[in-house]
């Protein structure tokens, strides 16, 4: 697996001449912050050798190297999901490329139902600790070059990035909460007594992505900052009808408090 992990990474650096050190994962219906990127190369997922090819409506599939906030970054548009039936191998496959191609710290953005009643839909929440519901990543065989057999998780989302957003955002006029993200694997939306219960548990919100990314990330000693995009309430009581188009729209109407959050805390750095 190392090998076609280097040999993913030893393409993209030649074809690219780039090793960025910030890397970006968008999330459903925000890849809004792509015209922000000053686009140096816009690969599809299609062109790069070993990689998984994204099958989900929203989710484009290009790796795109570019500038953003005064540095170089390389972005994802397109994740992969385990619902998609992609093997967790397979799903976290990409994040490890970007570790052997510099990158140092990584920016994921997600769509996420919200549990906690203070939140609102449109909201964004900064991920300051993950509940992981789904498969982990690491199960197997460790390589120890990747990173250790039991790796530490006491810090996922590190708290000077935290603290640096919260910052940003105070100095830029947006309005952000904080909490902790589910990571399930859907594809089914929660019922009303799934909400909550991740809610009891200590969940604030909850979604399909992210945590898989971000464990292996941590894995592999890089540096993870997350936000949630609040696109549909899992509050008790106020649980509706919840669609992937809903979401998506949701999404999009949040993207641009987003996107100038991601690129003035890249321009701190
Ligand atoms: N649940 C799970 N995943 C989601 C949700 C949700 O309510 N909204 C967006 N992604």
Redesign the pocket.
Known sequence: MLETIKQTAEYLKQRTGLSPKYGIILGSGLGGLVDEIEIQHKIPYTEIPNFPVSTVEGHSGNLIFGNLGGKLVVAMQGRFHFYEGYAMEQVVFPVRVLKYIGVETLFVSN???GMNPAFEIGDLMLINDHLNLQPNPLIGPNNKELGPRFPDMSEPYSHVLLEKAEKVAASIGIKVQKGVYAS?T?PT??TPAEYRWFWRIGADA???STVPEVIVARHMGVECFAVSVI??L?VEGQVHK?SHEE?LQAANIASGKLTKLITELVREL
Do not use: S
């Open positions: 769509a996420a139902g399930v859907g939306f929660e909850v979604g399909m696109t549909d899992g919840v979401v």
